[in-house]
């Protein structure tokens, strides 16, 4: 049996564990989708074949010798190049980076997903020290969108977004600070998981902004993402923001009828700035929910002001000593950006922070009479490459700036979300299915149901 | 003729020891401005003097 690229890393689990397929096979057609595709994608920066193969072949001698084996064995997946990949220096999209040591051991994610059985192929493009919302990459060039490829691919998990809507391999890793998931999950048209703050161990990534940092799955499947998720659980002491609570398996909840649960759309600053495209995509999901109401988010618009006075600050502050004594080896736009961020005053930071508490308050009331709230992930499809500015209700807005105005609310107070793409034509875009803290069970319940009304999938790739 | 945040551009830069060439300056200050415009709406908000910050430390 060949893997072939349509593929769900849940089929690919189930041929190899019946033997119907090796995992060595399975590596090898996603290695060669690779070699076939990735020179338009342009989604990996490395590709580590000795590696796959050397793992692939040691699954396979497991199960030849009658061992057990895990939910994931064979399924190949790639992350981000800010996960430490032993042997590889963690770019983090920048050209910096790249003198640093090669890292001595692998991200947490990366190990837990290996234990369950999986195999890394690669690492991904992004945008530079994932400060972006394009994919664009000054030093490694753009990720291209699967469907389009002389559009973005959003970011800044560029490059996962591409990976997976390109079907090069069906579950990669990314990071969210302010949307990194949600936006190329919503351009490429594949699902992906922005856990609960906390949730999910950072150990052994590259940071961005450490108040506001996530890590999570992209996959083609609803199954898929949980299958991933649940094989990433549980605490690690080596991520001091990551959370003692045990490992909760979803995959095995979600079949569970979603009836009962109290869907609403968010209204007022989710419902403005946003193309006809976004406005058709929320309206789907919430006809086949049977959402009519409508909640407001207070101060919805300050939220995404704070979260962006945190994010320039802490990722200036992080950068501080590189932007002194590198500062032409940065993107001229990033490092402008990160000055700018350094120069904020410090009030404004605490205060940014404070709020940050006042308005967790107001949404963990919504969350007791709403179980799930519906929102744009992202105002538009996928823009052009290299493209500016967009007009929106005869207003030309700049497009970079734009991009993540209805994801920055949600992860702003670390609520765990799931990007659903509904498969407009000509172009994808996402949906975000959004919940209370720890509660991403619902959140994968309600988009799996979606999943099987067909309102949501992950098309194939329409540019390759 | 100088723009309003020139001055305290150079003098941040100088208390940082953050260089700023003169062909960055444009868009440093383009991104300030936005920084603190959007640090200024969440400034206006009002909030009780007991609020915690967001992140705890824990002992």
Redesign the interface.
């Given at each position: 049996m060949t893997a072939k690229p349509e593929m769900t890393a849940a089929g690919i689990a189930s041929a190899v564990r019946d033997r119907k397929m090796s995992a060595l096979d399975a590596t090898e057609a996603a290695l060669a989708r690779v070699k076939q595709h990735d020179g338009i994608l342009n989604s990996f920066t490395d590709v580590s074949a000795d590696r796959a193969r050397a793992r692939a072949r040691a699954i396979d001698a497991d199960i030849a010798a009658g061992k057990k084996i895990g939910p994931l064995a064979g399924v190949p997946f790639a992350v981000k190049n800010l996960f430490d990949v032993a042997g590889l220096p963690t770019r983090a999209g920048s050209k910096i980076n790249r003198d640093l040591a090669p890292a001595k051991r692998d991200a947490t994610l990366i190990e837990r997903m290996e234990a369950a059985g999986a195999v890394l192929v690669g690492a991904l493009n992004m945008g530079e020290y994932a400060y972006d919302f394009t994919g664009e990459n000054v030093h490694d060039g753009p990720s291209r969108n699967p469907h389009d490829t002389t559009r973005m691919t959003g970011g800044s998990s560029g490059g996962s977004g591409s990976a997976v809507g390109g079907a090069l391999v069906p579950i990669a890793l990314g990071s969210d600070t302010n949307g990194s998931i949600r936006v190329p999950s919503s351009f490429c048209g594949i699902f992906g998981l922005k856990p609960t703050y906390g949730r999910l161990s950072r150990a052994r990534s590259f940071p961005f902004v450490a108040?506001l940092d996530h890590l999570g799955p992209f996959a083609r499947s609803v199954t898929d993402l949980a299958l991933a998720y649940d094989a990433m659980q549980g605490p690690d002491a080596d991520d001091g923001a990551c959370t003692t609570r045990g490992v909760e398996p979803v995959t095995p909840l979600l079949e569970q009828s979603i009836s009962g649960l109290r869907v609403a759309i968010a209204g007022g600053y989710f419902q403005k700035n946003v193309f006809p495209e976004a406005v058709e995509a929320v309206g789907r999901v919430a006809k086949a929910l049977g959402a009519t109401q409508v909640v407001e988010v207070p101060?919805a618009?300050?939220a995404?002001?704070?979260a962006?006075?945190i994010t320039?600050t802490e990722g200036a502050s992080l950068h501080?000593d590189r932007?002194?004594k590198r500062?032409n080896d940065f993107d001229?736009?990033v490092?402008?950006?990160l000055?700018?961020?350094?120069?904020?005053?410090a009030?404004?930071i605490?205060?940014?922070?404070?709020?940050?508490?006042?308005y967790?308050a107001q949404l963990a009331q919504i969350f007791k009479s709403v179980d799930v709230l519906l929102a744009p992930a992202t105002p538009c499809t996928a823009p052009k490459l290299g493209q500016v500015n967009f007009t929106l209700d005869g207003v030309e807005l700049p497009v970079r700036?734009n991009i993540g105005v209805h994801t920055q609310p949600i992860s702003f107070?670390g609520l765990p979300v799931v990007a659903v793409p509904v498969p407009l034509e000509p172009l994808p875009i996402g949906v975000q299915i959004i919940c209370a803290p720890w509660r991403e069970d619902i959140a994968l319940r309600v988009a799996h149901a979606l999943e099987k009304m067909g309102v949501v999938a992950a098309p194939a790739p329409r540019g390759l | 003729m100088a723009e309003p945040l020139d001055d305290y551009i150079d003098a941040v830069s100088k208390a940082l020891a953050l260089p700023v060439e003169e062909a960055w300056r444009p868009a440093v200050r383009a991104n300030l401005e936005v920084s603190l415009r959007l640090a200024r709406l969440v400034d206006e908000f009002a909030l009780p003097d007991e609020t915690e910050p967001a992140p705890i430390f824990t002992a």
């Open positions: 108040s101060e618009a300050r995404r002001a704070a962006y006075v320039t501080l932007l002194r500062p001229p736009a490092r402008d950006r000055i700018a961020g350094a120069m904020v005053p009030p404004m605490d205060r940014a922070q404070k709020f940050r508490r006042w967790r700036a107070i | -």
